[in-house]
């Protein structure tokens, strides 16, 4: 029971915290207020309040007139590559093939290359490269393409000689695609015979190996145009005789026939001896997608594989074909072709009365043998096997031989497609393949290229190869009007199986040195960042090509995932036409449903638009400055002047978006003039606290002021390239104008920038929302803000400090300083009563596309998170609503194990802290060991600060932290009777929504054997 001199002395103590809080406020407001000229801004927009117009978002009409936009660049793509099949077909069909062939052609690693002598070598010579930044800065030739011919393959073999010499006929229509549409980037051909076509002409390096293990006819989207999705059950053989190097070699060639399928096709693995053995023991009689998680853990397991007993192998045929037959009535597999690979060191016998039972006399079920070692006492069995199921028949010796055994069956299964003539066009995920150099992820566009030669044979019609046309991710997000989606709304779009093409959540890469894939980074489900939608209404609805509208509440991260934001989210979606992939807006409720149109003269906005503190977001597009070679050099502010001064421009722009960038300018002009006349007057900001002032609108026009030259900023990177969340881009405003825009009007936001390696800047951001109106529907027209130094920052604090009694502060309460910590990391007692005092609340959160470290060597357990949303900032003397603060020490750093790491996905769960806005001030107090102890808190008025000041007797230091650390999910259930449940084999029978490829080529009656 406290005494009544406790109660007065806390109470004092309330009101003396309470003094310094409002000083401390008072003073930042003022500072914050008088340089960034948040005044003024509001007062010029609010002249404007009775002349401009609002108008609500139409969601639905806004994604449709974004399909539309999309589909015009997909159909483009789908024209280049078609022209470029039509030329393949007619230049093979004109070509005479010649075993003596003698050509030499530009080898994509010997270009530029010269001998001791320093003469050119074969087929290398003098090629041409010039940098291009249409190209990702690479040097590259836009007159000629190059040819890539795998390692493992020789450079001037017959039929890679013939294959180039025709293919050189692709040059002229490269070329000629890429002057009808600027926008292009690259073009190839991939060869059934092996090489790779690409344009423009690139220089390869091999790795430090002297190798380039690239092979365009493994690659996923080779083998996507060249075959019909696939059911394929893989038989592997264990008996004794398989023991050793043929059980090596059968791993291998198991692994490599997992790395021909697609996110279209289905699997299963059975391991056969006298018994059978499902690989996966949970997948027993079904078949599961081909997508790159499934594939990995089936490899996971091959290692598991141990020969003994013996074969028994029409057991483990007719639980194949049991397998497909129930998945083809049940429609649950690719409902296309189907197969069963065959990997075993010999057969007894034929086995005939197995296929007249389940495979005769259709032969829908194609066998593909693989005969491991280099005995053929059995092969004759194994042949006949293949050409009466109209398969293929394989040995594989060696584990070299492995690769370009298993791709014979891909040419096998083109057939039916070969024999349609069947031109079918199909579109991948968005990817990165080694061929694309530097480039981004994106989708591709592949069509088949058949000879036409063979028309009289059909049933050995041949694929000559894949051409296809990558199609930059950054083309279709300019078709995104981001001006009309508000300061928290974006676009997105997926694939038929649900997989990310765009969205703001994608994270495809991760830095460690550089930036590098994740290993899942293509086929990242839409469910994983949309996770609120726990009964993937959103998805399902989408996957299958429907129009509509779906809401729900949502939680939003910002600034790496330290700060979390709940809002309402209005969903619009809808299919692009003549392709899988389907797109989505999402609006959030409030201000950003709400845009507003006003006017100005086009000679006034064009004034002060081209004034030199004036800049329009790179990523956004007021003018299309790619589809015309001589718009290239335009920047934006000139493309405008064209487009708006012109009779016939030729350019295509938003003239909506361009006509409220002109008022922006117009109104934001003051500004300028305002900021000058503070930094000219010499007794203002003497001391250079202020560095930078700062605005930006709702139409990405930002505009800034330097108080100190730029050699003196401490923070040298904001509002540059560099600054990835500071800037407006093309899927999110920047950091500053998101976070302050949900703040109550008149209020600043206060936040320290860190690097991407944790340090922080030194400096201090504050920023404000500028309001047209006094309602929740007001669009937030735009946020101002400056950048001020952090030593600056603190000296105002301990300024306001001398306004409270210091002796009694002294003498009970101690002041802490720490810096890149969540505040209950140090003081873990304090945040504990905060959160059962209900002043902060807890919000668990998901991460589907983390990444852990897994030790070299270790157990599955054996994991770190690496650097997965954890909050950054903090200091126990300031925090902010989501419990960050500011802290003037430096970086506390954590050591690291010397290990050899290798990065695997995982999957996190993760707090976050916001607080409850209604509570401005309390006092609590923690029983650390029977010691009690006092803490206050109060918010600092018009800001998203608290201060918080703790009494000095106790050690509380045993009470466990508070932390924001992800936690790894496990989907592991414990033992039930004699099986093991495991969460994540449910996660691997579980299918979600796909929608099939329209377009299937199982079997053709004129295919007769192999």
């Not at 000629?176 to 190839?188: A, E, M, S, V």
């Not at 049991?322 to 010999?346: F, P, V, W, Y």
């Not at 357990?861 to 902010?880: G, K, P």
């Not at 309390?922 to 000041?949: A, E, H, K, Y």
């Amino acid at each position: 029971k406290r005494s009544p001199d406790n109660c007065c002395c806390i109470y004092s103590t309330n009101i003396q915290v309470k003094l310094w809080a409002s000083a401390f406020g008072g003073e930042i407001k003022s500072i914050a207020s008088k340089y960034s000229g948040s005044q003024l801004l509001q007062k010029k927009y609010k002249e404007y309040e009775k002349s401009v117009r609002i108008e609500e978002i139409d969601g639905a009409k806004l994604v449709k007139n974004l399909a539309q936009n999309m589909e015009e660049i997909f159909r483009k793509k789908a024209e280049a590559t078609r022209r470029l099949v039509e030329a393949a077909e007619e230049a093979h069909l004109q070509h005479e093939e010649n075993p003596d062939l003698q050509y030499e052609y530009f080898n994509a690693v010997l270009i530029n290359e010269v001998d001791e002598d320093g003469n050119s070598v074969e087929l290398g010579g003098e090629f041409l490269l010039e940098p291009n930044d249409h190209f990702n800065n690479l040097s590259v030739n836009l007159s000629l393409s190059v040819v890539q011919v795998p390692t493992n393959m020789y450079n001037k073999d017959p039929d890679i000689v013939n294959g180039v010499y025709w293919s050189e006929a692709l040059n002229k229509v490269f070329v000629d695609n890429f002057k009808r549409d600027p926008t292009l980037i690259w073009q190839y051909f991939g060869s059934a015979k092996g090489f790779f076509r690409q344009y423009p002409g690139v220089k390869w390096h091999p790795d430090d190996h002297g190798v380039i293990a690239f092979d365009c006819r493994n690659r996923k989207w080779y083998i996507q145009a060249a075959t019909s999705p696939k059911d394929v059950v893989i038989l592997v053989d264990v008996s004794g005789s398989m023991k050793g190097l043929r059980l090596t070699i059968a791993r291998q060639t198991v692994a490599s026939i997992l790395d021909t399928l697609g996110d279209d096709d289905f699997f299963n693995i059975i391991a056969y001896n006298q018994e059978i053995h499902y690989v996966e023991p949970c997948l027993n009689g079904t078949l599961v997608q081909a997508d790159s998680t499934n594939k990995d853990h089936f490899k996971e397991h091959l290692d598991k594989l141990f020969a003994k007993g013996i074969g028994l192998l029409g057991n483990a045929l007719t639980e194949a074909f049991t397998i497909l037959n129930e998945i083809n009535q049940t429609g649950r597999g690719s409902s296309c072709s189907q197969a069963i690979m065959l990997i075993t060191d010999g057969a007894t016998e034929m086995y005939d009365d197995v296929f007249a039972k389940y495979n005769w006399p259709e032969r829908k079920v194609r066998i593909f043998p693989y005969l491991i070692g280099r005995e053929s006492a059995f092969a004759d069995n194994l042949k006949w096997m293949a050409c009466a199921n109209k398969g293929y028949f394989s040995q594989i010796s060696t584990l070299a031989d492995v690769q370009e055994n298993v791709m014979r069956y891909l040419h096998v299964m083109s057939r039916p497609k070969v024999i349609d003539h069947e031109h079918d066009t199909v579109w991948t995920e968005a990817y990165v393949d080694s061929a694309s150099i530097g480039a981004r992820p994106s989708p591709t566009v592949l069509v088949p290229v058949c000879s036409t030669e063979y028309e009289t044979v059909r049933s050995v019609c041949i694929l000559l190869g894949v051409v296809g046309t990558d199609i930059p991710i950054q083309e279709l997000m300019k078709t995104i009007p981001k001006h009309k989606l508000g300061i928290h709304g974006y676009a997105f779009a997926i694939t038929n199986n649900g997989y990310i093409l765009t969205h703001p959540d994608l994270r495809p890469m991760y830095q460690e040195g550089q930036k590098r894939k994740k290993p899942s980074y293509s086929s990242v489900d839409l469910s994983e960042v949309e996770w609120e939608d726990t009964e993937d209404v959103l998805r399902t609805a989408m996957v299958n090509r429907r129009t509509g509208t779906f809401s729900m509440e949502v939680k939003r991260t910002v600034d790496k995932g330290k700060r979390v934001l709940t809002m309402h989210n209005d969903y619009y979606y809808t299919d692009i036409k003549g392709t899988p992939f389907s797109v989505g807006v999402a609006l959030s409720r409030g201000h950003g449903k709400y845009f507003f149109k006003g006017n100005v003269s086009l000679e006034a906005g064009l004034h002060d638009l081209e004034q030199p503190d004036v800049a329009l977001a790179d990523e956004w597009t007021y003018c299309n400055t790619d589809e015309h070679h001589d718009h290239r050099h335009l920047t934006q502010v000139q493309a405008i002047r064209l487009y708006m001064t012109s009779r016939k421009p030729h350019l295509k722009c938003d003239r909506e978006l361009i006509q409220q960038v002109l008022f922006d300018a117009v109104v934001t002009a003051p500004l300028e003039a305002y900021w000058t006349g503070l930094a000219l007057n010499k007794s203002e900001n003497s001391d250079k606290g202020v560095e930078i002032a700062f605005l930006g609108t709702r139409t990405g026009l930002s505009r800034t002021n330097l108080f100190v030259v730029p050699e003196q900023l401490t923070n040298q990177d904001f509002l540059t390239a560099e600054d990835k969340e500071g800037v407006f881009n093309a899927d999110h405003f920047p950091l500053w104008y998101k976070r302050a825009a949900e703040q109550v009007a008149g209020t600043f936001v206060y936040s320290i920038p860190f690097s991407s390696g944790g340090e922080n800047k030194s400096v201090v951001l504050a920023s404000t929302a500028i309001q047209l109106l006094d309602d929740r529907k007001s669009p937030i027209v735009a946020a101002v803000g400056i950048q001020m130094k952090l030593e600056f920052f603190q000296r105002k604090f301990w300024t306001a400090s001398r306004q409270v009694n210091q002796s009694l502060l002294n003498h009970l309460f101690k002041l802490l300083f720490y810096t890149n910590l969540f505040f209950g990391e140090v003081e873990g007692a304090v945040m504990n009563k905060l959160l059962l005092m209900g002043s902060f609340k807890k919000i668990n959160l998901y991460d589907y596309q983390a990444l852990c470290k897994e030790f070299a060597g270790s157990s599955d357990s054996a994991r770190t998170l690496l650097d997965v949303s954890t909050l950054a900032i903090i200091c126990a003397v300031v925090l902010d609503f989501s419990a960050s603060g500011f802290c003037f020490l430096s970086p506390m750093t954590r050591s690291q194990r010397a290990q050899r790491t290798m990065m695997v996905p995982c999957d996190t769960e993760y707090p976050a802290f916001v607080s409850e806005r209604t509570i401005k001030e309390t006092t609590g107090n923690t029983d650390c060991g029977g010691c009690i102890r006092t803490f206050v808190i109060q918010q600092i008025p018009s800001s998203n600060l608290f201060m918080v000041v703790v009494e000095n007797k106790c050690d509380c230091s045993s009470t466990l932290p508070v932390t924001m650390e992800p936690i790894e999910i496990i989907y592991i259930l414990f033992y039930k009777i004699k099986h093991l449940l495991s969460l994540k084999c449910d996660r691997l029978k579980f299918q979600k929504d796909r929608r099939r490829p329209q377009s299937c080529h199982p079997f053709h009656p004129e295919v007769h054997n192999a």
